[in-house]
């Protein structure tokens, strides 16, 4: 008899149980758009937030919901989940530029050196801590690799103590950017493989003396640029990518080999 | 002002001394598994705290009035459990129906916990300590606030660990539990505070 009670007891609180959950899931039922599900499978699922919305999760929401025809926005997705998208959303795709990241630093053990051992925590925000780091150029890459850590892509590393980005892995999803202590990193447009790979604001001597590679804000580039997209601002030099037209004039005057030309 | 006196000790007592996490050693998959970054440590804290109090309000009247009523005293782990999951499904549902935003923060932490052996643990105790419905929902709230607690001063032993270097062998988990063992070594130093509280 006790067995059948307690059987019963258990039988009873489960049934009760069972029938709220059901009554509350008909009650509390969420109607969700089925394209933002699909929507959603074509991201890639970074949330690296480089579309500018609020991860993968909010994109598809602002698409499904809005029937949005800025599909494009994805670019660790490219063109592939721009065209998904552009299929389930029953609209064409515009076409997504291919973006890189670019790290503004060029010193790499060969071309400047340590002015302190430091054997704290290995990362660039500790060091950082520290009189700017334990490299001479307090502007420069740390090299301890926290956007190394951060990329989902593997795209970016640290080869001879300045972080490299690796062009084709890259999705421009911008985390190192946002990562670096030293605002190294750009996302710019693949199609303009021209850079100024320094951010040393120092004057000319002492920022030379500290690399062999900096800007010493001669401003020979600035004379040479045939469409003006070259600017020096505090000894330094900064293109202005929506002119440049990538033709190379401003690496081959520049005298320390800070701006790099690759065709 | 007895009373208050009480709840405050039973308080005080279920968040540091009787900490379920670091004294108890109760629920720590959640403990290891979602402490690696604070706000994560206060999302997943606050959602513990908001099941323990809801779990207790339910299971100490279904305790009293229908396990004891029929002589089931036995029958507690297993109802429990029933009752809680139904619960933390009931919640979840309602939470993504009428507050999304806070369904978005809490919602993926919620059905973790559906089973969290911290949640039955503190049910369980509440009847064992034989404290009433009050008593019962203070020592809940005390507990999950000692959850939330050990998650948050563990999120930020763990990111002191991930910048340094530990010994090769010693990386990842045996030191995360190093690392755990010594933050709750360091809670048995509030063993003696409670006796002298009102002293």
Redesign the interface.
Known sequence: M?II??TA??TV??LL??V??AI??K????KTNPKIQQIRDCLPGANCGACGYAGCDGYAKALGENEEDRVNLCTPGAAKAAADIAEILGVTAAEVTKKVALVHCNGSCDNTEKKADYYG???CH?AKLIYGGDGKCVYGCLGFGDCVTVCEYDAIHIVNGVAKVDVDSCTACGLCAKKCPNALIEIITADKPVAVKCRNKDKGAVARKNCKVACIGCMKCQKVCPTGAITVADNLSTIDYEKCIACGACAEACPTGSIVFKK | MDMLKNLIIIMMTSVLVNNYVLTKFLGICPFLGVSKKTNQAVGMGIAVTFVMLLATAVTWP?QEY??NA???EY?QT??FI??IA?LV??VE??L???I?ALHASLGIYLPLITTNCAVLGVCKNNITDEFGFVESLVSSLGAGLGFLLAMVLFAGVRSRIE???PPKSFEGVPITLTAAAIVALSFLGFGGIIENLFA
């Open positions: 006790p009670i307690a007891v258990v609180i489960g149980c069972a709220m959950l509350a899931s009650a509390f039922e969420v925590g290995q990362s500790a | 279904i229908v396990l029929f002589g089931l029958l297993i109802v029933l009752v139904a499904q009931l549902m309602f993504k129906k009428s999304p910048s340094s270097k």
